[in-house]
């Protein structure tokens, strides 16, 4: 059995995220999206709220398991006997820093294959960090997020005000 592990802030989920969990899907046999805690990027959304809202999004894709990591990729990736580590690649800017991980990890777990991927052109320019900008300022996001992530945006910004 074939183990992928898709590691990432998902604050929150986006169809970017959605496709290349997808695509994910049809090579490996499971595949773990694991939220990073990493607090040095204060997240809008805690970690439960990220999981909740990748758990409802996913619901009808199978092979899919959604958690979370607290300390380093590699040691979870071991714990859970993962093959791969997925990352999406947008554009050449994602790749220096996506190629510093890789080597750094496989430096760490010469085992560990990370394998990228390319997201529908549709989504290129998509990352969460838009999403959220946008939304703070009242524009409309319905094209970036499922309709269920949309909601619990509006529910928070609502509280923020
Ligand atoms: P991180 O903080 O680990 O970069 P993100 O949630 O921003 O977490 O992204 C997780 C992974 O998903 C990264 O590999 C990132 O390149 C990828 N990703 C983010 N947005 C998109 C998108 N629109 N299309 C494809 N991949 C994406």
């Not at 607090?39 to 398991?65: C, G, N, W, Y």
Request: with cysteine; glycine share 4%.
């Amino acid at each position: 059995m074939k183990i992928a592990i898709y590691p990432g802030t998902f604050d929150p989920i986006t169809n970017g995220h959605i496709d290349i969990i997808r695509r994910a899907a049809l090579i490996f046999d499971k595949v773990i999206v694991a939220v990073a805690t990493n607090p040095q990027k204060k997240p809008l959304f805690s970690v439960a709220e990220r999981m909740d809202m990748i758990k409802q999004v996913i619901k009808d894709t199978p092979h899919i398991e959604v958690d979370k990591i607290d300390g380093l990729l590699v040691d979870y990736a071991i714990e859970k006997k993962a093959h791969a580590v997925i990352r999406g690649l947008r554009a050449v800017s994602d790749f220096e820093y996506e190629l510093q991980m890789a080597q750094v990890n496989r430096k760490l777990c010469e085992e560990l294959i990370t394998v990228f991927m390319m997201p529908h052109e549709n989504y290129s320019y998509l990352n969460s960090s838009v999403v959220k900008e946008i939304a703070m300022f009242g524009g409309n996001i319905r094209c970036f997020v499922p309709d269920y992530v949309l909601a619990k945006i509006k529910e928070k910004m609502n509280g923020k005000h």
